[in-house]
């Protein structure tokens, strides 16, 4: 049960929350003893020190579990972890925890309990932050922490799920710094060539890069303002080794150059993958992750935060230019669809549903179908074609996943060959070969 009272006229901007919390316990594993209580929206488990509850177990992922507070459950997501993590017997990715509740990571066990000393930090009472909006806990929660930070000369990394409006993060924070009237210049690693990359992020000299003049890269076009590097995770090796140079020396040198130029930029980053199981791999650097978080933020998806969808909708269609309400029962749908692709996937459907809508009024059957990811063709959506031989059936089968996951992977991925390899992590030459073999190789795979 919980209390939700306004705010004090001393302080009018915060609303105070009594409740029953939850508490973490390994009871078992190398960190036996150790309790984490769960106070915030969200947090992380794992192994790596930068986690919320640091499990000291080799078995154990640099970032394991992440936990949501939802009312007197705890909901606790595998996110991407070696070894899984496990309810008894069942390997599970995604489950709600009641008080008593155990999962095994590694070979450490865990168990929420009842915390009776923890109570829940104020939250801001403000709905909204830059362009971003919402009144669920979890954004509320946001909104606070973004107040604090944006002001600070801090490196920020921005996590959460494709489409949850990280970018919108990064430019609400550079609003609200001391660098809101100098650019925001966003770099997009998975849309860069591989072979021109370094050249467009940090310049060249004359006669380097294919060109005849000295021209500065993405970086120094920022100066004295915000860069957003969005995919950072999916930065190629040299090049995490010269931004984190600049990071350290607040200096860049540009392709061929030997004179180091000054750089004063805030940097701003996000990443859809936690880049704590990447170090575990060896596919990113320690260091540089903790020069770029020194603060994290977290958005949480669509799914988790339901109450926020009347205020994400009216500020999608006013953002579209579109003057249209929706009815409740098209308000409904909409809230009870998981919504996969987030406040981009929600964005599009109402464009979509705009686009048919009578008399300005968006109704269930506009929404019909949405909120579910990807639509497909009308053959993607069909039933399997299981005639034949089992050796036949299977063929088409393999056939039409391939077609259908090589499509949504390119398409993610911009088109970009080397970013497309590396997250469905396959050789280049092999993804090449598949494109070609699916006749996808060279088409445009816009969505048009």
Known sequence: MSTVRGGTEANPGLVTRTETLAKLVAVSGPSAGRAFAIVRASATVGRHPTNDFVVDDPRVSGAHLELTRVH????????????????????????????????????????????????????????????????????????????????????????????????????AIHLASGRASAPFVVIDVTSLPEALAETMIFGHEKGEGGGDAQEGGLIESAQGGTVFIDGVGELLPALQAKLLRMLERREILRVGGQTP?????????????????????????????????????????????????????????????????????????????????????????????????????????????????????????????????????????IERFEKAYLTILMKGCQGNLSAAARKADVARHHLRDLLKKRGLYGVSLDDG
């Open 72 to 171: 007197d459950r705890v909901r606790a997501r595998d996110v991407g972890s070696t070894n899984g993590t496990w309810l008894g017997q069942h390997k599970v990715m995604d489950v709600e925890l009641a008080i008593g509740g155990e999962l095994t990571i590694g070979d450490t066990v865990l168990r929420l309990d009842v915390d009776e000393n923890a109570a829940v930090p104020p939250s801001n009472a403000r709905e909204s932050f830059g362009d971003l909006v919402g009144r669920s806990p979890a954004m509320r929660e946001l909104f606070a922490t973004l107040e604090r930070i944006a002001p600070k000369e801090l490196a920020v990394l921005v996590q959460g799920e494709t489409g949850t409006g990280k970018e919108g993060v990064a430019r």
């Open 261 to 397: 130029v000054p750089i004063d930029v805030r940097v701003l980053s996000s990443t859809s993958r936690d880049l704590r199981n990447a170090i575990d791999k060896g596919s990113f650097r320690e260091d540089l992750y903790f020069r770029l978080a020194q603060v994290r933020v977290f958005v949480p998806p669509l799914r988790q935060r339901k109450e926020d969808l009347p205020l994400v909708c009216a500020k999608l269609l006013a953002r579209a230019g579109i003057e249209a309400m929706i009815d409740v029962d098209a308000l409904e749908h909409l809230a009870s669809m998981p919504w996969p692709g987030n406040v981009r996937e929600l964005d599009n459907a109402l464009l979509r549903a705009a686009a048919v809508a009578r008399d300005g009024v968006i109704r269930r059957q506009d929404v019909a179908g949405e909120g579910e990811g990807f639509r497909g063709t009308e053959g993607e959506r069909a039933p399997l074609d299981l005639s034949g031989t089992f050796a036949q059936a299977k063929e088409r089968a």
